[in-house]
């Protein structure tokens, strides 16, 4: 089924491990996103790729790093993971007419 | 911030009954769109309203905005209680690529 996939789906870490959050589409399309939720807050944007090779920071970027491998993939990696940073992570990609496409969402807990 | 709001925060009626949320926002925008995210899973776009639009249905959905006032609302008719969920409205600006997502209205629909 087209869509956006993400992995995991749950991971527990400790303060100070790194992990990358997986992230692929296969509907082509250029843009892609990375989403953290917290109660009461909404979405915030983390960091986004408007097209195969090109990164650029949103709204919370702090603590994070994104590779676009190729047109499919955006990972998001945690380097040395913080309590702060206890949230579910989506990952959507936009299509032509505008709508963003969004995972099922990736629930981080740090320990 | 850049955070819109949308109110009520929750809300809760009967089936049949119509639903009503509203959304304001910041900047000028090129587009105005409505999601829906069910309990544990990700968000699934509804209904988008571009700038020069002041209003749109699809199906039971009925989106106005008002770009005098920034502010958007979305209302569902004879509510059913499949459409328990939480509501999420998303300015996308005239530049950039981000959208600002608002904090959520949660419906309960009763039967």
Same mark, same amino acid.
């Given at each position: 089924?087209?869509?956006?996939?993400?992995?995991?789906?749950?991971?527990?870490?400790?303060?100070?491990? &790194?992990?990358?959050?997986?992230?692929?589409?296969?509907?082509?399309?250029?843009?892609?996103?990375?989403?953290?939720?917290?109660?009461?807050?909404?979405?915030?944007?983390?960091?986004?790729?408007? &097209?195969?090779?090109?990164?650029?920071?949103?709204?919370?970027?702090?603590?994070? /790093?994104?590779?676009?491998?190729?047109?499919?993939?955006? @990972?998001?990696?945690?380097?040395?993971?913080?309590? @702060?940073?206890?949230?579910?992570?989506?990952?959507?990609?936009?299509?032509?007419?505008?709508?963003?496409?969004?995972?099922?969402?990736?629930?981080?807990?740090?320990? | 911030?850049?955070?819109?709001?949308?109110?009520?925060?929750?809300?809760?009626?009967?089936?049949?009954?119509?639903?009503?949320?509203?959304?304001?926002?910041?900047?000028?925008?090129? /587009?105005?769109?409505?999601?829906?995210?069910?309990?544990?899973?990700?968000?699934?776009?509804?209904?988008?309203?571009?700038? /020069?639009?002041?209003?749109?249905? &699809?199906?039971?959905?009925?989106?106005?905005?008002?770009?005098?006032?920034? &502010?958007?609302?979305?209302?569902?008719?004879?509510?059913?209680?499949?459409?328990?969920? @939480?509501?999420?409205?998303?300015?996308?600006?005239?530049?950039?690529?981000?959208?600002?997502?608002?904090?959520?209205?949660?419906?309960?629909?009763?039967?």
């Amino acid at each position: 089924n087209a869509g956006v996939t993400q992995t995991p789906k749950f991971q527990v870490l400790k303060t100070g491990q &790194s992990m990358t959050l997986q992230c692929a589409q296969d509907m082509n399309h250029n843009s892609m996103y990375w989403y953290r939720q917290d109660p009461g807050m909404g979405l915030r944007l983390i960091y986004y790729s408007a &097209s195969e090779g090109t990164t650029d920071k949103g709204e919370v970027p702090n603590g994070y /790093n994104v590779s676009r491998l190729n047109k499919r993939e955006f @990972s998001l990696r945690l380097e040395s993971a913080a309590p @702060s940073q206890t949230s579910v992570y989506f990952c959507a990609s936009i299509r032509p007419a505008g709508e963003l496409f969004f995972g099922e969402g990736s629930r981080l807990t740090v320990l | 911030s850049q955070q819109g709001e949308e109110d009520p925060q929750a809300l809760s009626i009967q089936e049949g009954e119509n639903a009503t949320m509203n959304c304001s926002y910041k900047t000028s925008i090129n /587009n105005l769109q409505w999601y829906r995210q069910n309990s544990g899973r990700g968000l699934v776009h509804l209904i988008l309203i571009r700038s /020069n639009e002041r209003e749109k249905h &699809s199906g039971r959905l009925r989106v106005t905005l008002d770009t005098s006032k920034k &502010s958007s609302s979305l209302l569902i008719t004879a509510s059913r209680a499949a459409d328990t969920a @939480s509501y999420f409205c998303a300015s996308r600006p005239n530049y950039g690529q981000n959208f600002v997502f608002g904090p959520g209205t949660r419906l309960s629909v009763l039967p």
